[in-house]
C-alpha cells in the first residue's frame, strides 16, 4: 500500500522558514521522481517543485525559485521541501505526489503565512 505521509506545516509571520517532509512508505521510493503540489484557499492546484530519482534533476515553480529548496533522502524515504522568505500567498496546503504519474498524494500539511 503506497502511503504519503507530510508534516511540518503550520503557522509563519512572513519572511519566516518551515521545514516540510513528506514519508514514503509502501513502493521502492528511490525509484520514483517525486513532486511537491500545494494549493491556497480558494485556488487551483499548483506545482511547486519536482525532484528526479537521484536528485540529478531539480525544478521549481517560478513563484518559489530561490526561497524553495527541495531535497530527497533515499535511504530515509523522505522528502523535503525547506520553506525560506515565505509571503502571506504562500500559503496553501502543500501536498507530496509521485511526479510523473500523480497517482498517490497524502493528506497534505498546511502552511499558514499571516502577521
Known amino acids: 500500500e503506497v502511503q504519503l505521509v507530510e508534516s511540518g506545516g503550520g503557522l509563519v509571520q512572513p519572511g519566516g522558514s518551515l521545514r516540510l517532509s513528506c514519508a514514503a512508505s509502501?513502493?521502492?521510493?528511490?525509484?520514483?521522481?517525486m513532486s511537491w503540489v500545494r494549493q491556497a484557499p480558494g485556488k487551483g492546484l499548483e506545482w511547486v517543485s519536482t525532484?528526479?530519482?537521484?536528485?540529478?534533476?531539480?525544478y521549481y515553480a517560478d513563484s518559489v525559485k530561490g526561497r524553495f529548496t527541495i531535497s530527497r533522502d533515499n535511504a530515509k524515504n523522505t522528502l523535503t521541501l525547506q520553506l525560506n522568505s515565505l509571503k502571506t500567498e504562500d500559503t496553501a496546503m502543500y501536498y507530496c505526489?509521485?511526479?510523473?504519474?500523480?497517482?498517490?498524494w497524502g493528506q497534505g500539511t498546511q502552511v499558514t503565512v499571516s502577521s
Open positions: 505526489t509521485r511526479a510523473r504519474a500523480f497517482d498517490y
Open positions: 509502501g513502493f521502492t521510493f528511490k525509484d520514483y521522481a
Open positions: 525532484i528526479y530519482e537521484g536528485g540529478t534533476g531539480i
